[in-house]
Nanobody, 121 residues
Framework: QLQLVESGGGLVQTGGSLTLSCAAS????????MGWYRRAPGKQRELVAV???????NYADSVKGRFTTSRDNAKNTVYLQMNSLKPEDTAVYYC???????????????WGQGTQVTVSS
């Protein structure tokens, strides 16, 4: 069964850093775009960062210059390095991946279980 498993969340002080990781495992033919969303209490889900299979990235304006996403295609893993964290970064972070499970299959989106990031002021 295909799954995305996240790790790396936690509690950090303002200005601190955290690194999230998300590994896809199971029946995988190809992993296309991977990325990160977050949902803060009382707010809508927000796209944080995306990275294509070729390594092109895009970021939300609110995290540009502070967050960096990268991936290891051999491990089907995506990372989110978060620096200079602010209280407004507090949220549950979800990774996602667009995956083909076999040659003839359609590309579908899969989601991680979510990991809590809390930034104290």
């Amino acid at each position: 069964q295909l799954q995305l498993v996240e790790s790396g969340g936690g509690l950090v002080q303002t200005g601190g850093s955290l690194t999230l990781s998300c590994a896809a495992s199971g029946s995988i033919f190809r992993v296309n775009t991977m990325g990160w969303y977050r949902r803060a209490p009382g707010k809508q889900r927000e796209l944080v960062a995306v990275i294509t299979s070729g390594g092109d990235t895009n970021y939300a304006d609110s995290v540009k210059g502070r967050f960096t996403t990268s991936r290891d295609n051999a491990k089907n893993t995506v990372y989110l390095q978060m620096n200079s964290l602010k209280p407004e970064d507090t949220a549950v972070y979800y990774c996602y991946a667009a995956i083909k499970t076999r040659v003839a299959a359609l590309t579908q989106s899969y989601w991680g279980q979510g990991t809590q990031v809390t930034v104290s002021s």
